[in-house]
C-alpha cells in the first residue's frame, strides 16, 4: 500500500474533511484515500457526521427547568456546620490583628 504512514494519521483525513490543509497535502491525502478503502471509511465517517450536525437543531428546555434544577442542586447542598462560619468574622479579625501588630513594632 503506498503511504501507509497516512493510514495511521486520522487528523490528516479530519483536516482534509474540513478543508485545513494546504493544496500540495490535501492533493497527497485525497490521492490516498482514492487508493486506501479504511481511510476513504474514516473520510466519508466525517463527512456525514458534519452533515448531521449542521441539520441538528437543540431542544429547548421547558419553562420550569431552570427552577427544577436549583431547587435541586439547593436541596442537594449540605448545610454548613456553624463553627465554619466563623471564617466569616475570623479572617478580617486576624487580618486587622497583624496589621496593628505591625503598625506597632513599627513605631
Known amino acids: 500500500m503506498k503511504n ?3 493510514c495511521r494519521e486520522r487528523q490528516k483525513l479530519f ?3 474540513h478543508d485545513m490543509l494546504d493544496a500540495g497535502e490535501a492533493s497527497n491525502v ?4 482514492a487508493e486506501c478503502a479504511a481511510c476513504r471509511d474514516i473520510l466519508d465517517g466525517y463527512r456525514r457526521l458534519d452533515a448531521v450536525l449542521e441539520e441538528w437543531k437543540p431542544l429547548e428546555p ?11 442542586a439547593a436541596a442537594a447542598r449540605p448545610a ?3 463553627w ?3 471564617g466569616r468574622w475570623l479572617a478580617p479579625a486576624l487580618a486587622t490583628l497583624v496589621i496593628v501588630a505591625g503598625v506597632a513594632i513599627v513605631r
Not at 64 to 72: E, Q, S
Open 62 to 72: 421547558s419553562a420550569w427547568f431552570d427552577a427544577r434544577v436549583r431547587a435541586a
Open 80 to 82: 454548613r456546620p456553624s
Open 15 to 17: 483536516e482534509l474533511a
Open 84 to 86: 465554619l462560619n466563623w
Open 4 to 6: 501507509e504512514k497516512l
Open 30 to 33: 485525497r490521492a490516498h484515500a
